[in-house]
């Protein structure tokens, strides 16, 4: 009983694809790390958010609690980024490095979600509404939009197991 290489690893991990330099590959080092840090930081977001909202109420004097999110939302939207460069597996199997193609499949797929996620709604309640019912209202619709995020905690656990 010899063990094949070929055998362990899917088809599309076997060869060698060609991609455009701007594509990152969904299976290299970076995306996996970077997969890692995203996941750190939905994890991050899942004990904030509903922490937050319980316990502390941002306004523009908790400046800390404010930056921290504020740059955990531009590491979202530079994932958004990211993954309109990655390429995925298509149905057949295939790694899929069409730079259109991806766009499109990723629009269709997880873009929204990304985007509601990523969008600084901390800030806008922090700085913007003045009246309190107006605030409430809005601070209960909007902290738990980024728990949106959440959702790619099972695609990442998938991509993993794969």
């Not at 055998?7 to 991609?19: F, G």
Request: glycine letters at 2%; hydrophobic letters at 45%; charged letters at 15%.
């Amino acid at each position: 009983m010899s063990f094949d290489p070929s055998e362990a690893l899917p088809y599309y991990r076997q060869e060698a694809p060609k991609t455009p330099q701007h594509i990152i590959l969904h299976y290299s080092m970076f995306k996996a790390k970077w997969n890692w840090l995203i996941l750190l930081l939905t994890f991050y977001t899942a004990v904030m958010v509903p922490y937050n909202v319980a316990f502390h109420n941002k306004t523009r004097d908790s400046t800390a609690i404010l930056v921290v999110d504020a740059v955990v939302d531009v590491v979202f939207f530079v994932d958004i980024l990211i993954n309109f460069h990655t390429t995925f597996v298509g149905p057949a199997g295939e790694v899929i490095s069409d730079p259109r193609v991806i766009r499109l499949n990723y629009l269709k797929t997880w873009f929204v979600i990304d985007l509601l996620s990523c969008l600084p709604y901390d800030l806008f309640s922090a700085f913007q509404l003045h009246n309190q019912q107006v605030r409430l209202r809005y601070t209960n619709w909007c902290t738990f939009i980024p728990l949106y995020k959440h959702v790619q905690c099972s695609q990442a656990f998938s991509f993993y197991t794969k």
